[in-house]
């Protein structure tokens, strides 16, 4: 693929309003100096600028950029406005035990009865496949690994993705259907979004009081779980988890206390026992590796 042909991927992404960046040729990998390498001058005056500060969508630096080599096209997910689902393949796992992506995130969609959302998708090198999600205005979600499930990646901030048109030695990216981006689900939502904070407990020194604040949010959460409605009952249940995981971290729960409590209402709104432990024990594993005790008074 020329010079071209790659400028008019990163013309037409930019076009979008996706913020692009140039990958070395036939490569994935970003083709911006590094922090060690930093000149300082230009962009990098006032200080090193990543390649997710200097992504761009100003044609006349695209052209500039794409004019010294055949660069593959990078898309920063955050500045984009853009949450991006990473559907692997067990190929690209290294192993046909490893479950299907696609597969996995289609039953994650028929849980919450949702058909699979048609919106702007590329296939990727491997036979995977990205799926292109507006972010929600407000909310900064950045990126995971295997958080909504195994195969199951996501691109947010921090992140980029590789754009339709690229080329690798194995083949091109292809947008294969869906001209438009559509919303991220909220079921979707719920599980990226950072959990909030909870409110600042009257004095948190006074173990008492900090223990009686935890005792209350489990009370609100278990509420929230209980009254999940169809279609967001494993979202409310993550959620939850999510949010008391904290308290575990912090010694004011105990996590057996928590799991009885969110299983039995994640089963009276219709969960499976398998569903409510699985989401309970991601969730909790995650919030509880994220947060110490000094999380209490921030």
């Given at each position: 693929?020329?010079?071209?042909?790659?400028?008019?991927?990163?013309?037409?992404?930019?076009?979008?309003g996706?913020h692009?960046?140039?990958?070395?040729?036939?490569?994935?990998?970003?083709?911006?100096?590094?922090?060690?390498?930093?000149?300082?001058?230009?962009?990098?005056?006032?200080?090193?600028?990543?390649?997710?500060?200097?992504a761009?969508?100003?044609?006349?630096?695209?052209?500039?950029?794409?004019s010294?080599?055949?660069?593959?096209?990078?898309?920063?997910?955050?500045?984009?406005?853009?949450?991006?689902?990473?559907?692997?393949?067990?190929?690209?796992?290294?192993?046909?035990?490893?479950?299907?992506?696609?597969?996995?995130?289609?039953?994650?969609?028929?849980?919450?009865?949702?058909?699979?959302?048609?919106?702007?998708?590329?296939?990727?090198?491997?036979?995977g496949?990205?799926?292109?999600?507006?972010?929600?205005?407000?909310?900064?979600?950045?990126?995971t690994?295997?958080?909504?499930?195994?195969?199951?990646?996501?691109?947010?901030?921090?992140?980029?993705?590789?754009?339709?048109?690229?080329?690798?030695?194995?083949?091109q990216?292809?947008?294969?259907s869906?001209?438009?981006?559509?919303?991220?689900?909220?079921?979707?939502?719920?599980?990226?979004?950072?959990?909030?904070?909870?409110?600042?407990?009257?004095?948190?020194?006074?173990?008492?009081?900090?223990?009686?604040?935890?005792?209350?949010?489990?009370a609100?959460?278990?509420?929230?779980?209980?009254?999940?409605?169809?279609?967001?009952?494993?979202?409310?249940?993550?959620?939850?988890?999510?949010?008391?995981?904290?308290?575990?971290?912090?010694?004011?729960?105990?996590?057996?206390?928590?799991?009885?409590?969110?299983?039995?209402?994640?089963?009276?709104?219709?969960?499976?026992a398998?569903?409510?432990?699985?989401?309970?024990?991601?969730?909790?594993?995650?919030?509880?590796?994220?947060?110490?005790?000094?999380?209490?008074?921030?």
């Open positions: 693929m020329n010079h071209t042909q790659l400028m008019k991927a990163a013309l037409d992404a930019a076009e979008r996706w692009v960046f140039p990958l070395r040729p036939g490569s994935k990998r970003p083709a911006l100096h590094g922090e060690k390498s930093c000149p300082h001058t230009g962009e990098c005056s006032g200080g090193h600028r990543k390649w997710e500060q200097r761009t969508t100003d044609p006349n630096r695209i052209w500039a950029a794409w010294r080599a055949p660069f593959n096209v990078g898309i920063a997910t955050g500045p984009s406005g853009l949450v991006v689902v990473d559907l692997d393949t067990p190929e690209h796992k290294g192993s046909s035990d490893a479950p299907d992506g696609a597969a996995t995130f289609g039953a994650l969609c028929e849980r919450a009865a949702q058909a699979v959302p048609d919106t702007y998708r590329v296939r990727t090198i491997s036979g496949t990205h799926l292109y999600f507006t972010a929600p205005a407000g909310v900064r979600i950045g990126s690994a295997g958080t909504v499930a195994e195969s199951v990646d996501t691109r947010g901030w921090g992140g980029y993705v590789v754009a339709a048109g690229s080329i690798l030695p194995a083949g990216y292809e947008a294969l869906a001209p438009e981006t559509v919303p991220v689900p909220l079921w979707l939502q719920s599980i990226l979004e950072p959990a909030p904070k909870p409110a600042q407990a009257p004095s948190v020194a006074v173990a008492g009081q900090s223990r009686r604040y935890a005792d209350v949010a489990l609100n959460e278990t509420r929230n779980v209980a009254t999940a409605q169809h279609g967001s009952r494993e979202a409310a249940l993550f959620r939850a988890a999510r949010a008391l995981g904290r308290f575990v971290a912090w010694g004011d729960l105990p996590r057996h206390l928590v799991e009885q409590a969110l299983q039995e209402a994640g089963e009276a709104t219709g969960l499976s398998s569903e409510c432990r699985s989401t309970l024990r991601s969730a909790l594993n995650w919030s509880i590796t994220h947060n110490s005790r000094s999380g209490a008074t921030a």
